[in-house]
């Protein structure tokens, strides 16, 4: 059972969650075949792994059910089975059994397989691809984001053994939480107190400076003026929208297109290849 615990003093947050430290990992054997028969993601293996969830097929959304599971997939949404979250109600300990502030692991825990076909990238993805993913996206999103007692929604892909993805089939993953983490409530509040919109400013800002590097009619791209990350990039919408679930297909389709140009460009910059790992992560709050 994993455990959500807080900082001693400040109000922070994380998740003990031990039961990952016994994930399968391929990159050890450095595996650069194209079909891996024994990966667990690639289509034909959907035995040795828990039945999807939300399995999409030909625009459909199926689930598998037991002894009975979809193939020929599009995008194959699984809880995963190295879960640092447990779907259970969270309850509070007993204040005097523990000395430090513990609450139970309550929460959800997703790999949405973006391909069935192993060595496949999102760089490579057609426009249907890319815009049925965006599509996925957003509909986990506003699935979790309904479930009793989730607060908050975070998709994130990693791509390379140094941003911790153990696996390197082209994958995404959606966590769900019953605690907004307080640096987004802190932007919440910062947000709530402006005079305007302060994201459609930075649109607005961005879109003419020398760190824009790709915009279409929907969606703009640039180096952040104030960056955390080595090639740290935003991708933003232009219109204003207050949630991914209220995104027309249009928007998500513009969205996704400048996803895929960037992770193209990180995927050829020699620079960024140096870096050998990408995180991409898409912020929501319930
Ligand atoms: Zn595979
Ligand atoms: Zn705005």
């Not at 990238?121 to 479930?147: A, T």
Request: aromatic share 10%; net charge negative.
């Amino acid at each position: 059972m994993s455990e959500i615990r807080k900082h001693y003093f400040l109000d922070e947050y994380c998740i003990i969650a031990s039961e990952r430290g016994k994930r399968p990992s391929d990159f050890a054997s450095k595996k650069t075949a194209s079909v891996v028969s024994d990966c667990v993601f690639c289509g034909g293996n959907e035995n040795k792994t828990p039945p999807g969830t939300a399995v999409y097929k030909d625009g459909e959304v199926l689930a598998d059910k037991e002894g009975s599971l979809v193939t020929g997939w599009d995008v194959r949404c699984i809880p995963n089975l190295f879960s640092a979250l447990s779907p259970k109600p969270a309850i509070l300990p007993d204040p005097e059994a523990s000395q430090w502030s513990i609450q139970e692991g309550f929460g959800y825990h997703e790999v949405i397989v973006e391909s069935p076909i192993h060595g496949r990238m999102i760089s490579d993805f057609s426009d249907n691809e890319m815009s049925l993913l965006i599509r996925v996206y957003k509909e986990r999103v506003s699935h979790y984001r309904s479930q009793d007692g989730i607060k908050y929604v975070s998709l994130f892909k990693n791509w390379g053994e140094r941003a911790g993805a153990s696996l390197d089939h082209t994958h995404s993953q959606l966590i769900a939480l019953p605690i907004l983490p307080p640096s987004l409530k802190r932007e919440q509040d910062a947000i709530h107190a402006a005079s305007g919109c302060p994201y459609c400013d930075i649109v607005e800002k961005e879109s003419r400076s020398v760190r824009l590097l790709y915009e279409n009619s929907g969606a703009v791209a640039f180096c952040p003026h104030f960056s955390m990350n080595p090639f740290e990039v935003w991708i933003l919408p232009k219109q204003h929208v207050n949630h991914l679930a209220n995104c027309t297909d249009e928007m998500l389709r513009l969205i996704g297109d400048a996803i895929r140009f960037v992770v193209k460009r990180l995927s050829i910059s020699s620079l960024a290849r140096r870096m050998d790992f990408v995180t991409l992560s898409v912020y929501v709050t319930a």
